[in-house]
């Protein structure tokens, strides 16, 4: 009953040092997305992968690259951390890329020195 | 600047109260509108969704509005209970695909 699974929960980073959050889902879902969340921005969608083999940019794309390993998983790689990218980072996925229900890991919180 | 604009920020409650939080929307090609649900260290969760061509739905205590022509929508919690405490986000997106954008979330405490 795991749903989407993030890993690391939590991360510090210096500016300048790379990383990659991973992302699995076990629904079975076409579609996989990664959020990021700051205060009183609500998520901003960074990239999504509307079905394996594909990958777009979103809203806040600079600064990041996807990979979508396989159906199941979608990481998120940081190249050279910067203090702006300090956030807490949701991946999530839905069925397929038609409108309908995210779901959501429980979150990556990543703070940037 | 953001597409969805949420208010208010944070709101308090007491028991049993009616809590309202209003969206408003600039893009006229968004024909979804979800709103999530996000209790402290977890994922947002989807609560209940409306499409334009109804003005209003309702799933238990929590009820959607939406005003086509002002580009409004809004979410009712009727009897508000502690365990409502979390913080709300409203968002939209377009038919063509499952992009949605956030508003930026209101917190709601309702007090016992």
């Known amino acids: 009953n795991a749903g989407v699974t993030q890993t690391p929960k939590f991360q510090v980073l210096k500016t300048g040092q790379s990383m990659t959050l991973q992302c699995a889902q076990d629904?079975?879902?076409?579609?996989m997305y990664w959020y990021r969340q700051d205060p009183g921005m609500g998520l901003r969608l960074i990239y999504y992968s509307a079905s394996e083999g594909t990958t777009d940019k979103g809203e806040v794309p600079n600064g990041y690259n996807v990979s979508r390993l396989n159906k199941r998983e979608f990481s998120l790689r940081l190249e050279s951390a910067a203090p702006s990218q300090t956030s807490v980072y949701f991946c999530a996925s839905s069925v397929g890329f038609v409108i309908g229900e995210l779901f959501f890991g429980e979150g990556s919180r990543l703070t940037v020195l | 600047q953001q597409q969805v604009k949420q208010s208010p920020q944070s709101l308090i409650v007491q028991k049993g109260g009616i809590s309202i939080i209003n969206c408003a929307y600039e893009n006229t090609a968004f024909d979804y509108f979800p709103w999530y649900q996000q209790f402290p260290g977890k994922g947002p969760a989807l609560l209940i969704a409306?499409?334009?061509?109804?003005s209003e739905k309702k799933e238990g205590r929590f009820t959607i509005s939406f005003n086509k022509s002002a580009k409004q929508f809004s979410l009712h919690i009727m009897d508000s209970q502690p365990g409502d405490s979390a913080t709300y986000f409203c968002?939209?997106?377009?038919?063509?695909?499952?992009?949605?954008?956030f508003g930026g979330g209101t917190r709601v405490l309702v007090k016992p």
């Open positions: 629904m079975n879902h076409n579609s």
């Open positions: 409306i499409r334009p061509d109804v």
């Open positions: 968002a939209a997106s377009v038919a063509a695909g499952n992009k949605l954008t």
